[in-house]
């Protein structure tokens, strides 16, 4: 059953020069839980950016780095492709053409008469109604540790995962190129994810010690999938810039 205007409920931030729109579905959080494990830290998350609670100032402040300035270390293009195969080879990546993200984004260009599949991200408004797994859209993110920011696009609960999503729409020849690019700025949401929510109380709300988070990057034509454990391991391996 489509989400009404009721079951919503939205703040705005203006951050830098930016404005941001964070809604959250709580009938559909209440109805996939919100008493234990993740989705209770998760919903005390969000209780406390709906009341306004979170450190505004680092979202402008210079010495902090908009997730999305993050970028891969400059490499030939044979390199590029090689170390993309290796991640997909390892299984720290998987594609799935396929995957749920895609149809529903495909049914909603569709619904909109958006006959270029590309629209730009008001489209997540339609998750947000009509996708029972979707939780918020545009939730705000931050890392003292590493000095970063964020906004995360959707946030969805699939098969005990959180599933922290951004959409990079683009034609198809472009796909691999604008996914593989954007692993630094979508790992970087996971990992502050990870680090917030296991910053609640968590033996309380019965909770693991570490959040089961899974991060996507999805289009109109395809949706990579990777834990929250890619940050790490990109800037151990020496693979980031910009932070």
Same mark, same amino acid.
């Given at each position: ?10 703040? !705005? ?5 930016? +404005? ?10 209440? %109805? ?9 830290? @998760? ?23 908009? +997730?999305?300035?993050? %970028? ?5 293009? +044979? =390199? ?9 080879? /390892?299984?720290? &990546? ?8 895609? @149809? ?54 699939? !098969? #005990? ?6 959409? =990079? ?20 949401? #996971? ?5 917030? @929510?296991?910053?609640?109380? %968590? ?9 089961? &988070?899974?991060?996507? /990057? ?26």
């Amino acid at each position: 059953m489509p989400a009404g205007s009721d079951d919503i409920v939205r703040r !705005d931030f203006q951050h830098g020069k930016v +404005a941001y729109a964070f809604q959250w579905n709580s009938s559909n959080h209440m %109805r996939l839980g919100n008493q234990t494990g993740d989705l209770a830290s @998760l919903w005390a998350h969000l209780k406390t950016i709906q009341s306004g609670r979170i450190p505004e100032s680092l979202f402008s402040d210079p010495m902090f780095t908009r +997730a999305s300035r993050l %970028r891969l270390v400059s490499m030939p293009q +044979a =390199k590029r492709v090689g170390f993309r195969k290796q991640l997909e080879r /390892i299984g720290s &990546i998987s594609t799935r053409v396929d995957d749920d993200l895609v @149809l529903r984004l495909r049914e909603y260009h569709q619904n909109r008469n958006y006959p270029g599949y590309s629209a730009d991200h008001g489209i997540l408004q339609e998750f947000l109604f009509h996708d029972p797994q979707t939780i918020a859209i545009e939730v705000p993110v931050w890392s003292d540790s590493y000095s970063i920011t964020g906004h995360i696009d959707l946030i969805r609960y699939v !098969d #005990g995962f959180i599933q922290i999503c951004d959409y =990079k729409p683009g034609p198809l020849e472009s796909t691999k190129r604008r996914f593989f690019d954007s692993l630094p700025q979508v790992s970087a949401y #996971g990992e502050m994810m990870a680090h917030l @929510l296991a910053g609640t109380l %968590r033996s309380a709300l019965e909770a693991p010690l570490l959040p089961q &988070i899974r991060c996507s /990057i999805f289009d109109t034509h395809s949706c990579w999938h990777f834990g929250a454990e890619l940050f790490v391991q990109l800037q151990t391996m020496g693979y980031l810039q910009n932070i």
